[in-house]
């Protein structure tokens, strides 16, 4: 037969066919019910994180940098509880803004006492420096690098203890409110007398993780939610010394490179073994990737699994900055023709210099949140979080926001 006969082109089509569903009966190997696999984390412009922090809050530049000041000005990681999952401690905060101001980039404290948020590209599980004493856990908010160091001398770090947020082992182990955590001249005290509080995850080798060994916290754990709901409650005794706290170590002490949790079932036998190996384990969350903000947890997830919001981002830090400025002042984002010409406007620098608000401002009254300058039609009217301080004699705007420069 000649090619393209029908005797050739049937089996073509089947053969395309067996394709397609092979390719369909692979894809949904890694789904849950249909859906996409929630194991990868979807990439976005900052532009949807300004969308969806617009209702709750305001920027302002300090130092030539953005950050962001929520409207109930709480201090960071005081209103939410701690799990353990598979990357260590993982803070689940209760605010609207928590998967992002709590997961990337880091808090300060101005000299009027309010916590601002610094944008930052990367996701991390915590960004918090923890310290602990015989009695009390306590952890504070820093700038890190990409890779979860800090950056901060240690006179930034613990020259103020009003900014350290110290609770009891009990209250570590359950939900955590603004109105339990330890007064300032309290904190202080706690932090003098505190030391550098870290464990170390066993897989082939031991890795050192911020905050204090999750085993610790097995029989304070009154409603169970810090830990997966398979949680193991056969702990072997802890190996630490009498009279020192669990995992209260420096991470210069022996015991800081000992302690460790999920260790394989071997660890602590044979000739070679170290007998200081901590073999207590639980059974920690397994962090699963929501697609968008809105998408609820799938109906068939697995017990063990925490479902969340973490994206990539688009841009890096300079990215960020400069998709904020275009987000105040719509004109700086310049045309290639304008490049060209040398008619580009400076984009590091925005005609709106908001204050920090001294006091909360009062909740948007309803409004689309999910609109900026750059979604067209853009109308000019539309309010933007921006302090009113920045900008006087505007109108058309709900208390404490401002609409854009007009002619923007």
Not at 305 to 312: F, G, L, N, S
Request: hydrophobic share 35%.
């Amino acid at each position: 037969m000649l090619f393209g006969s029908p005797e050739v082109v049937f089996p073509s089509r089947m053969f395309r066919l067996l394709l397609l569903c092979l390719a369909l009966l692979c894809g949904g190997m890694n789904s849950h019910g249909g859906v996409a696999s929630y194991t990868e984390r979807g990439k976005i412009d900052f532009d949807q994180a300004l969308q969806l922090l617009n209702p709750y809050g305001t920027w302002a530049r300090v130092d030539g940098q953005w950050v962001y000041t929520p409207l109930d000005h709480e201090a960071p990681y005081t209103n939410g509880r701690w799990l353990y999952t598979e990357y260590g401690w993982y803070w689940k905060g209760n605010h609207p803004h928590s998967w992002l101001t709590e997961h990337y980039g880091y808090w300060r404290r101005g000299a009027d006492k309010v916590w601002v948020w610094y944008p930052g590209p990367d996701w991390l599980s915590e960004i918090v420096e923890f310290r602990a004493t015989a009695t009390h856990i306590g952890w504070r908010s820093g700038a890190v690098d990409r890779n979860g160091e800090y950056i901060e001398s240690p006179d930034d770090r613990y020259a103020k203890g009003d900014e350290w947020t110290f609770v009891t082992k009990e209250q570590f182990a359950g939900p955590i409110t603004p109105g339990m955590v330890a007064k300032p001249d309290a904190a202080t005290r706690l932090l003098i007398d505190s030391t550098d509080c870290v464990h170390a995850y066993l897989t082939y080798r031991p890795i050192d993780r911020p905050g204090p060994h999750p085993a610790d916290f097995i029989a304070l754990n009154k409603d169970g939610g810090m830990f997966s709901p398979q949680q193991n409650q056969e702990i072997p005794a802890s190996p630490f010394r009498p009279g020192l706290a669990p995992s209260v170590v420096t991470t210069n002490a022996p015991a800081a490179r000992t302690a460790a949790t999920n260790a394989p079932a071997l660890a602590g036998t044979g000739a070679d073994a170290d007998t200081q190996v901590d073999k207590r384990q639980v059974k920690y969350w397994v962090t699963m990737s929501l697609p968008t903000y809105w998408t609820p947890r799938p109906a068939d997830a697995k017990p063990e699994e925490i479902y969340m919001y973490r994206p990539d981002f688009f841009q890096d830090s300079d990215g960020i900055s400069r998709r904020i400025t275009v987000w105040f002042n719509p004109s700086a984002k310049a045309s290639l023709k304008d490049i060209f010409a040398g008619r580009a406007e400076d984009t590091k620098t925005s005609p709106v210099s908001p204050a920090l608000p001294a006091t909360p401002a009062a909740p948007a009254k309803a409004q689309d949140p999910f609109r900026s300058p750059l979604d067209a039609p853009y109308h000019g009217t539309h309010a933007q979080n921006v302090s009113n301080e920045s900008k006087p004699g505007a109108t058309n705007a709900p208390s404490g926001l401002v609409s854009p420069p007009k002619g923007k």
